[in-house]
């Protein structure tokens, strides 16, 4: 096991009814940003028990952050936290929304252009504003981290940011609201979570048993929940354990002194900026292929996966493996998700793009930098 530091400053407030402490968790002195996406809070009944819980606070509100939130929607919102002296945001949504949300609170005070940092993770960012969550789709576990993915629609550019100081202050996760959302949304928050725990568990094995335990349980209680969550009328509890989840998927909990992996999500980002597919659905797309070409680096764990989280038992240790991988992407496709480049009309010539800006920008990914702009083109070309 490696070592390791940790330190999560995110209050959770978890269950039925807990939008309406949000008064109790703010200070009347601020001027408050609420941030949203679409409007889907306004039909759900979110927005409205938000509202009402802002009753005495002074608010400004910026709508309209996108999935896959674009860095010229972000600068608009900027602008007004600059104008109106604002001290304070409070994302209401999901990954996308709390993503952006965060990248806002460090561009209001940034000197000099902001998409700078997010190209160049080693520039300091400064001051920023503090920022907590209401969740509306468990998926990125943005609740309680520190991270953030941003886009840039101008240039197709989809990029990671991460800094301590952009931890929400604190985050409240109602199940109910996944009893709205619609079944795409629920089917591509199962996946990222999925994708989340594998990209810490599925490298190579340093005896991290505590982890390793924790990351299977989580995997198994995705796989559990995910047919009721899909239904259309899901179970309180079958959706509170996939919004906890989600969130422990992507906390820190299971990183801890373990080799980290995210090579698929690097290729996933760039299918989602250049041809614009859901985060999910990239995931699901790319990751059976990083299991099958790493499947020597990763054997270990996939040999743990097979036997402890899908139970199987018969067969050589290969067979074990060729199985595994074959049920992970059996559970992509259980949740109504396509796996393929084909699907989509992709071919050759993104392929190429993707390992040419990869190979352009230096990229060595993957749990010691085994994920090489060679070995991505083969993932990817195995994805076709």
């Not at 949000?22 to 949203?36: F, Q, R």
């Not at 304070?88 to 252009?113: C, H, M, N, P, Q």
């Not at 789709?137 to 886009?151: F, H, K």
């Not at 041809?275 to 743990?304: A, Q």
């Amino acid at each position: 096991m490696n070592n390791f530091e940790y330190q999560n400053p995110v209050k959770l407030i978890f269950g039925k009814g807990s939008i309406a402490k949000l008064s109790e968790n703010l200070h009347k002195g601020e001027k408050i940003m609420m941030t949203y996406g679409g409007g889907s809070i306004k039909k759900n009944g979110v927005y409205d028990q938000v509202k009402k819980a802002l009753e005495g606070f002074s608010v400004v509100e910026f709508g309209g952050i996108e999935p896959n939130p674009d860095y010229a929607t972000l600068m608009k919102a900027v602008e007004i936290c600059r104008a109106e002296g604002v001290g304070f945001l409070l994302a209401v949504g999901g990954g996308s929304v709390i993503d952006g949300t965060k990248f806002i609170a460090a561009a209001v005070d940034y000197k000099g252009e902001p998409w700078d940092f997010v190209k160049n993770p080693t520039l300091p960012i400064g001051e920023t504003l503090p920022i907590a969550t209401v969740l509306t789709l468990p998926a990125t576990g943005s609740e309680m981290n520190p991270s953030a993915v941003i886009s840039r629609r101008e240039t197709r550019e989809k990029m990671a940011i991460g800094n301590p100081k952009l931890y929400p202050v604190f985050s409240i996760l109602d199940p109910q609201v996944i009893l709205s959302l619609p079944k795409r949304q629920k089917a591509n928050g199962l996946a990222d979570a999925f994708v989340h725990v594998m990209e810490q568990y599925m490298t190579d094995n340093i005896s991290t048993l505590v982890q390793d335990r924790w990351a299977e349980g989580l995997l198994s209680t995705l796989m559990t929940v995910a047919p009721n969550v899909l239904e259309e009328n899901p179970d309180y509890d079958a959706c509170a354990n996939f919004m906890y989840a989600a969130t422990c998927a992507l906390n820190g909990y299971i990183a801890m002194g373990v080799n980290e992996d995210w090579a698929t999500h690097m290729m996933g980002h760039e299918l989602t900026a250049i041809h614009g597919l859901d985060h999910g659905v990239t995931l699901s797309i790319v990751f059976p292929g990083t299991l099958e070409v790493f499947r020597k680096e990763k054997r270990d764990k996939l040999l743990s996966y097979a036997i402890n989280v899908l139970k199987i038992q018969s067969g050589t240790k290969d067979e074990k493996i060729d199985a595994a991988i074959e049920k992970t992407e059996e559970f992509f496709n259980s949740l109504g998700i396509k796996t393929r480049l084909s699907d989509y009309g992709i071919g050759q010539d993104t392929i190429d793009e993707i390992v040419s800006r990869f190979t352009q920008r230096g990229w060595n990914l993957g749990e010691h930098g085994i994920a090489t702009p060679e070995k991505v083109k083969e993932i990817l070309e195995s994805r076709l």
